[in-house]
């Protein structure tokens, strides 16, 4: 079992930057296929970002390559979603989501979901 708990969202100007945390609990966390999504009013969720379990590959949606990085740091349990150069359509509730080694962008193969945190961003 693995429990999930993100932090860090909030309101950001357009150009700004905000840094997400996600922080795991639960053994298998290093072994695990870490992933970012978002869901925007109105729209359905939508992939961000994936890392796999040593970091050494990540996936990013086209829609964010080149402003958002993840990374993990499996001492801590924890895996961050830096981003740059927001966008108002970046604003969202945005999730952290694990599963137990499942490199994809499909939300219904993660296991485990965090309860999202709002990421506001004003134009």
């Known amino acids: 079992q693995v429990q999930l708990v993100e932090s860090g969202g909030g309101l950001v100007q357009a150009g700004g930057s905000l840094r997400l945390s996600c922080a795991a609990s639960?053994?298998?966390?290093?072994?695990?296929?870490m992933g970012w999504f978002r869901q925007a009013p109105g729209k359905e969720r939508e992939f961000v970002t994936a890392?796999?379990?040593?970091?050494?590959?990540?996936w990013v949606a086209d829609s964010v390559k080149g402003r958002f990085t993840v990374s993990r740091d499996n001492a801590k349990s924890t895996v961050y979603l830096q981003m740059h150069s927001l966008k108002p359509e970046d604003t969202a509730i945005y999730y952290c989501?694990?599963?137990?080694?499942?490199?994809?962008?499909?939300?219904?193969?993660?296991?485990?979901w965090g309860q999202g945190i709002q990421v506001t961003v004003s134009s």
């Open positions: 989501a694990a599963n137990r080694g499942t490199w994809t962008r499909l939300e219904s193969l993660y296991d485990y």
């Open positions: 639960g053994r298998s966390f290093s072994t695990s296929v």
């Open positions: 890392i796999n379990w040593s970091g050494g590959s990540t």
